[in-house]
């Protein structure tokens, strides 16, 4: 089979749309159960904690997942940062018999990988497929093929992606507005459990703290009410009018009672 093209800046700080499928049969979903997709956004959150990255967006459907994330240009990083990642990705006894042994020679290929898209999805998705194939009690492998990745050039084309991964699961179909979903940033922006991610005013610099959400909320409801190509479902004009009335403002202790 041949091996599919996986796009990456070298040098220089990048954004990347990326996206991964789980292998199986034609209507076989195995994220969609709330264990499981509460574990992979963990594997997340942890491994990205440990790279120089941040998460801006992020959606997990019924056999797939997307993130929009960006890597920090690399750069020289002092031994006791290293140390100090390392001893997040090798907790407890691990770190000792993970570095021992270890030479200048491999504290600078360490670094390297910190600031390595291939290497962050290699962690992920391995840790991942050992937790579920030990809790389904299955071999061989999980994920269909090697990721996939995309250079997003300019902000325009960050927002955009992260405006796409957020609406996801309304154009699947499975829900009405896009916070609902469980499974995505948006998500957990709304409920106040997004510390980890990228703040918003990055991507939106020309607004402020809650402000930003309501915009990105405004501009995720306006995009996902335009029907897309496919014929794939879109955010009603009911809802997008209940929505513009409250000025696009957080349901955050809405969702919270809903989970």
Known sequence: MARVARFKISGAEAWYHVHSHISGCRGEFPLSEKAV???????????????????????????HYHLVV?????????REELEDRARTMYP???????????TDDHWEHYRRR???LSELMRNIQA????????????RGKLWADRFKSV???????????????????VRAGVVKRPEEWTGSSIHLREIGKGGWLMPITEVLVAASGEAALGEYRQRLYYR????????????S?????????RGFAQRGMFLERLR
């Open 37 to 63: 997709t509460r574990r992979l956004i963990g594997l997340i959150e942890h491994f990205t904690s440990i790279y120089f990255c941040e998460v801006a967006a992020f959606c997990v459907m019924g056999n």
């Open 70 to 78: 960006r890597f920090d240009a690399p750069r020289p990083v002092r």
């Open 92 to 102: 407890g006894k691990r770190y000792s018999v993970a570095t021992a042994g270890w």
């Open 114 to 116: 910190l600031f390595d």
């Open 127 to 138: 840790a991942f497929a050992r937790w579920y194939n030990r809790r389904r009690d299955r």
């Open 151 to 169: 250079v997003l050039a300019d902000m325009q084309a960050v927002l955009d992606c992260m405006l796409y991964v957020d609406l996801n699961p």
């Open 224 to 235: 996902g009410a335009v029907r897309s190509k496919g014929g794939q479902a879109a955010i």
């Open 237 to 245: 004009q009911e809802v997008l009018e209940a929505e513009a009335a």
